[in-house]
């Protein structure tokens, strides 16, 4: 069973407008924590955000809020104020622990591309 | 060294042929992971290491083995390439042990397997 689901495969935004990324998970475990990075197209991968599964606050990091929906199992980066730069590869990634190992486990990515 | 650091970072390989992608990290992370991507496929997890001396299987293990003798390498291998396995192999770090809300990736390698 996938345990993180991407449903959009690619996404357009004008500049400068706000853009939200979906992103469900599935755990039984109670501690987890969630994870956005950003690919572009040089391929290097870029933290943008991190969010506990105990964290009561949303997540913030400059333009990148995550928000954090926990009884529905989401996690949607929202980007506001988009730039021509945002254009790239989104991936969403959570770590859980189950059976005493901790995994890291990514989806299948989400292409954003940024109209000027 | 700063970071995390693949080696090589790309590779065209025979069929057939064992080959070993490295992974180095200077971080003291506990926590190493090696992932495949392939398009539309994202990164999946092919094998893992919570701590040194201990390995598990990802997603896609089959065909890779892994070691972890010491915190700061986690090399994969590829028994016997074979053309399924051309792609772009990710390594990454973190300190869970602490609490590590960030995870580091390398640069990658690009193995094309003819």
């Known amino acids: 069973a996938q345990k993180i689901t991407q449903t959009q495969p690619g996404m357009f935004v004008q500049e400068k407008e706000a853009v939200t990324l979906d992103c469900t998970y599935d755990?039984?475990?109670?501690?987890?924590?969630l994870f956005w990075y950003k690919q572009p197209s040089s391929g290097e991968m870029i933290f943008l955000i991190y969010?506990?599964?105990?964290?009561?606050q949303n997540a913030t990091e400059g333009r990148y809020s995550l928000n954090f929906q926990k009884a529905r199992k989401s996690a949607n980066l929202v980007i506001s104020a988009s730039q021509l730069g945002d254009s790239a590869m989104y991936f969403c990634?959570?770590?859980?622990?189950?059976?005493?190992?901790?995994?890291?486990?990514f989806g299948k990515g989400m292409k954003l591309t940024v109209n000027p | 060294i700063a970071g995390i650091t693949q080696a090589p970072t790309s590779q065209i390989l025979a069929a057939g042929r064992r080959m070993t992608l490295r992974c180095t990290q200077d971080?003291?992370?506990?926590?190493m992971y090696w992932y495949r991507q392939d398009l539309g496929l994202g990164l999946r997890l092919i094998h893992y290491?919570?701590?040194?001396?201990?390995?598990g299987k990802g997603e896609v293990p089959d065909g890779y083995s892994v070691s972890r003798a010491n915190t700061d390498d986690f090399p994969l291998t590829l028994a016997s390439a074979v053309p399924s396995q051309t792609s772009v192999y990710f390594c990454?770090?973190?300190?869970?042990?602490?609490?590590?809300?960030?995870?580091?990736f390398g640069q990658g390698t690009r193995l094309t397997v003819v």
């Open positions: 990634a959570m770590r859980d622990y189950q059976g005493g190992s901790e995994k890291l486990v």
């Open positions: 755990t039984s475990d109670q501690s987890y924590g």
């Open positions: 969010q506990g599964s105990y964290d009561e």
């Open positions: 971080m003291r992370h506990n926590a």
């Open positions: 290491s919570n701590t040194a001396g201990t390995t």
């Open positions: 990454a770090s973190i300190d869970s042990l602490t609490g590590g809300t960030e995870a580091f």
